[in-house]
């Protein structure tokens, strides 16, 4: 009944979004006389700004057709290495790339959001690096037949992808992905696996929730797992290939995230209304196109999302040496010679400072030269993969951490 509800009135929205769209067009009319003078620019101001928040959105592209290396202009093109039921392995091929780029692979959130959430960090990365980025899919639209998805599975996933990249290669995890990128590398270090990374860089992730515990981690833990799967699992309706599957919908994780900052989005807003009044239309499409992205949102597995709240913040199984994949025992322990960068952001209301650190602490047997932390000033949890701050100041110490490792030979 949930995710039926909720397509009634998305489609109602979308509806009411054409006229308004509609609706702004017409009032911005350079025929239109009303719209030079009277409440003409206002009310197609507040028209544009309703169409736009109430539109709906599939997913987007990543739009990176070009990159810059050395002052010259790069062609890209998106290649898609590897398939399976719930993901694909994108990769991003450059004209006249060297051999010693080092290969970089981008694990992105399966939270809520697309890949193209890091947009941003692939294209920081590219001119340097031989991309590649795990492209999830939305839930939703795989087919029942196709089985299901749960933290296990992610693992495989990952693990599975290395080993198609090839040895040597660098991996990089975003936020809820730390978690099941470290538990690869510790399992493929174990095994002395030859595509295990060279270095794995997290950012933001959930390592340790009991450090320094936000909103997200207290909303997590006060209510027992049963509560969740009663009340924030919904059913797949008829109308997507993925029928009858039961997921954690997108558009509750984004309900959650809104309502975290609801001042600051209502403030964002406001802004933009104020750009359109103004005929500010780069600032007000800055806010847009930051939104576009933000509202894109695709459903993860209720498995999945039940096994993550269990294991990383109700049980903290990885901190506590207690993770088990496919019966066997994730150890810490078993990092030897995977440099280990961990990057958290001061302000950082998802991930709060020290979470993400407690990587470090549990590598019990990695040497203090294959460890580094890096504490971004004044940097909330989007900030740390995107906007100037990652470009100008975080960037360069992933860069930095993945070139001084890149010739290391590792044991086998």
Not at 348 to 360: M, N, V, Y
Request: net charge negative; glycine share 10%.
């Amino acid at each position: 009944m949930l995710y039926s509800a909720y397509e009634f009135q998305r489609n109602l929205l979308a509806g009411a979004s054409a006229f308004a769209n509609a609706g702004a067009e017409l009032l911005n009319n350079p025929a239109n006389p009303f719209s030079y003078f009277g409440g003409g620019p206002m009310l197609a101001s507040a028209l544009d700004v309703f169409a736009h928040a109430s539109a709906p959105r599939g997913k987007p592209a990543f739009g990176l057709p070009t990159t810059e290396i050395g002052g010259k202009t790069v062609a890209i093109a998106e290649v898609i290495e590897a398939r399976k039921p719930f993901g694909q392995l994108r990769h991003f091929t450059r004209d006249g790339v060297k051999a010693g780029d080092p290969k970089l692979l981008i694990v992105a959130p399966m939270s809520g959001h697309f890949a193209t959430l890091l947009r941003g960090t692939v294209e920081r990365m590219l001119p340097g690096h031989d991309v590649w980025i795990t492209d999830w899919r939305d839930a939703r639209n795989v087919p029942m037949s196709e089985g299901t998805f749960d933290l296990d599975d992610y693992v495989d996933y990952l693990v599975g992808w290395l080993e198609h990249i090839g040895p040597g290669a660098h991996m990089l995890a975003v936020c809820q992905p730390s978690v099941p990128s470290y538990a690869a590398a510790c399992l493929m270090a174990a095994d002395k696996h030859p595509a295990r990374p060279r270095t794995l860089t997290m950012m933001g992730g959930p390592i340790d929730t009991r450090a320094a515990p936000t909103a997200v981690n207290t909303l997590a833990t006060e209510r027992p797992i049963g509560w969740f799967e009663q009340n924030v699992v919904a059913t797949v309706p008829f109308n997507y290939p993925g029928n009858g599957r039961r997921v954690y919908p997108g558009f509750m994780q984004l309900a959650g995230f809104m309502t975290m900052n609801l001042g600051d989005h209502l403030v964002s807003h406001w802004e933009m209304f104020k750009h359109l009044v103004d005929g500010d239309d780069d600032s007000a499409d800055a806010t847009k196109k930051f939104y576009e992205e933000y509202r894109s949102v695709c459903d993860m597995t209720a498995e999945f999302y039940l096994q993550t709240v269990s294991e990383v913040f109700q049980k903290h199984s990885l901190p506590k040496g207690e993770l088990m994949h496919r019966g066997r025992l994730v150890d810490p322990a078993a990092l030897k010679d995977i440099g280990i960068l961990a990057i958290e952001g001061e302000r950082d209301d998802i991930s709060g400072l020290g979470q993400t650190k407690a990587a470090l602490t549990i590598a019990t047997n990695l040497p203090d030269s294959h460890k580094k932390y890096y504490m971004a000033e004044s940097v909330g949890h989007y900030g740390i993969f995107n906007g100037s701050k990652w470009r100008t100041k975080i960037a360069p110490v992933v860069e930095e951490w993945i070139a001084t490792h890149n010739g290391q030979v590792q044991d086998g």
